[in-house]
């Protein structure tokens, strides 16, 4: 694992606004919550899934349930079926990545979580053909380590996070979870930083990789929350 001083310096003490800083109007992973951090000038973070006609969208959730009231996995849809969907009864409807990254346009940071519900590189090669035609910052992430070892290999300039959490409602087998969490997978996918879930502070390893110098950020601090330490940098809510 390497620390990020050579490679992207403006990452230490970063704040991102998580899904965007998305309210009552504007909900998260919409282009109007996107619209409201590039006023501020804000970096943001967002989601991307792989739809069934291989489509990249923006939502963070495997269930289109909690944001359009439509029970279906994300995964099984097309963009014709989602299209029209409006996100908590808004005007935002779910944006592709291509949206996403038109729109911002290398205004701010996007740090870019690549969710796990489809298991194949498919989405790693999907988006990385993007990424390497846009002309702005950014980073990817993922909670799979498979995912960063295959950034590793095929895009080794791409800044790189490995997610780590106790994942505790999510179905996994016990012992990779564990794996996961312990971040035994570290030495094959080395990822540049860990993106690292704050109620599972305080851990003795992130404090270890810290003062080795290993970028930590914390997710997610939501408002009015207390944080005495926010190691490199923090995702947050407002």
């Known amino acids: 694992m390497k620390t990020l001083e ?26 109007g919550a996107f619209k409201r951090s590039l006023e501020h000038n804000i970096p943001i973070e967002l989601d991307v899934h792989l739809l069934k006609d291989n489509t990249l969208v923006v939502f963070h959730d495997d ?17 014709e079926d989602i299209k029209n ?16 990254l038109k729109l911002v346009d290398g205004k701010v940071l996007l740090d870019i979580e690549i969710k796990t519900d489809v298991k194949s590189f498919k989405i790693c090669k999907s988006l990385s053909s993007l990424l390497d035609k846009y002309n702005g910052p950014f980073l990817v992430k993922s909670f799979n380590p498979l995912y960063i070892l ?17 994942l505790v409602n999510v ?3 016990k012992l990779i979870k564990l794996m996961c969490f312990k971040m035994y997978f570290n030495f094959l996918c080395k990822p540049d930083f860990i993106a690292f879930d704050l109620r599972d502070l305080p851990n003795a390893k992130i404090d270890k990789l810290y003062k080795k110098g290993v970028p930590i ?3 997610t601090k939501r408002k009015n ?3 005495k330490c926010e ?3 923090i995702i947050y809510e407002d």
Request: charged share 30%; hydrophobic share 35%.
């Open 85 to 100: 969907l409006r996100l908590k009864n808004s005007e935002d409807k779910i944006p592709t990545i291509e949206e996403v």
């Open 231 to 233: 190691y490199s940098g």
């Open 217 to 219: 950020f914390l997710w």
């Open 150 to 166: 295959w950034f590793r290999i095929f895009r080794p300039n791409y800044i790189r996070g490995l997610l780590v959490s106790k």
């Open 63 to 79: 269930n289109l349930k909690r944001m359009t009231g439509i029970n279906e996995k994300i995964k099984e849809m097309t963009f």
């Open 6 to 31: 050579n490679k992207y310096k403006v990452l230490n003490g970063l704040k991102i606004s998580h899904r965007g800083l998305w309210n009552d109007k504007y909900p998260e992973n919409s282009l």
């Open 171 to 173: 179905k996994m087998n």
């Open 225 to 227: 929350e207390n944080l």
